[in-house]
């Protein structure tokens, strides 16, 4: 008789364990049925976070228990704090907002920049859908074939973010001139087509992949440096920053700035979103990104994807916030252009 109430127990236990799962499943389904959710891409159109904001949302939305429709709208500037501000404090936290924007929105919060009106360890990070490397390219009528000529050449770059620029000047002796006030990579992208400026830093390979192969194929481009610890397995040839450094402190800076390729692409949602709503948009993402259809899709215009769950975006901003003050101190110096 124990034997037997025992195993009553257990039925019951796990029955009303699996219902009231199909019941926080159904719950989850009715809340986001026959509803419109935003992805704020924090980009002009044409670039390679729009293209990658552009296809997660086509992706989740048949994810999503409920099937919401995902509307997705541009909001440049500042390199993405325009849209991280918005996402953090004007979206909507019921779980109905997405957003995208650059990787190093993180930087300009963790050296307090007032600008940076939000506390990125308190955004919901999603995923991220690819892992990346920033490259530094020149047109090739400049002519410049190694990093050695690159480093010493007074060549214009167009540039969204002046970071990498500003690394390579004020951390290795460069001479690189940081050409502002374009609202997004597309217009430098122009830009350099056009001849105004020599080259452009701080472009990721996969956003070159996507939106301008045939920078590659014809060899229109010369690549000069990749941001990485590890060469591409299409860039063999192509030297490593890490390459340059050669104190403790260079190098616990390079591991900093690096430790921003795992967000290449990420998705993020408002803080204060219910639990289980930003559980329920994690393994959307996450079958968004085993998903044929969405894979096809990417392919189809060289969109890379080597995706990393949003758990570990969350632990990885935490881990990038607790960096000592020192090498925070430093680093934005070195952005700043104050060293």
């Not at 729009?50 to 992706?59: E, H, I, K, S």
């Not at 690549?223 to 340059?244: A, G, M």
């Amino acid at each position: 008789m124990l034997a037997l109430n025992a195993l009553m127990r257990n039925c019951i236990f796990f029955g009303v364990l699996f219902s009231a799962s199909g019941t926080h499943a159904d719950e989850i389904a009715d809340f986001y049925r026959n509803k419109r959710m935003t992805m704020s891409i924090g980009s002009t159109s044409g670039d390679g976070t729009d293209l990658y904001g552009r296809l997660v949302a086509r992706a989740m939305s048949k994810h999503i228990p409920g099937n919401p429709q995902i509307i997705a709208t541009n909001i440049p500037g500042a390199n993405g704090l325009v849209a991280a501000n918005h996402l953090y404090n004007l979206a909507s936290k019921d779980g109905l907002a997405l957003g995208t924007f650059s990787r190093y929105v993180v930087f300009e919060a963790l050296w307090n920049n007032p600008l940076a009106r939000f506390t990125p360890d308190r955004f919901n990070w999603i995923g991220n859908v690819n892992v990346d490397v920033s490259v530094c390219v020149t047109w090739h009528s400049v002519g410049v074939k190694s990093l050695a000529e690159f480093m010493r050449r007074d060549l214009k770059i167009g540039v969204t973010n002046e970071s990498h620029v500003n690394i390579l000047n004020n951390m290795f002796g460069a001479k690189l001139v940081a050409i502002k006030g374009y609202p997004g990579g597309n217009e430098v992208n122009i830009a350099l087509e056009r001849g105004e400026v020599d080259g452009r830093c701080n472009i990721s390979w996969s956003a070159i992949l996507a939106a301008k192969p045939n920078w590659v194929r014809d060899k229109q481009i010369d690549i000069l440096i990749q941001f990485s610890h590890r060469k591409l397995n299409d860039l063999p040839d192509v030297p490593l920053v890490t390459d340059l450094a050669s104190t403790d402190s260079q190098k616990k800076i390079l591991n900093l700035v690096l430790a921003s390729q795992m967000m290449a692409r990420v998705i993020v949602s408002p803080p204060d979103v219910p639990a289980e709503r930003v559980s329920a948009l994690r393994r959307a993402f996450d079958q968004a990104m085993i998903d044929q259809d969405f894979l096809s899709e990417a392919a189809k215009v060289n969109a890379p994807v080597d995706p990393v769950a949003g758990v570990e975006i969350q632990d990885l901003v935490a881990e990038m916030l607790r960096t000592p003050s020192s090498i925070v101190k430093e680093f934005q110096a070195i952005v700043d252009g104050r060293l």
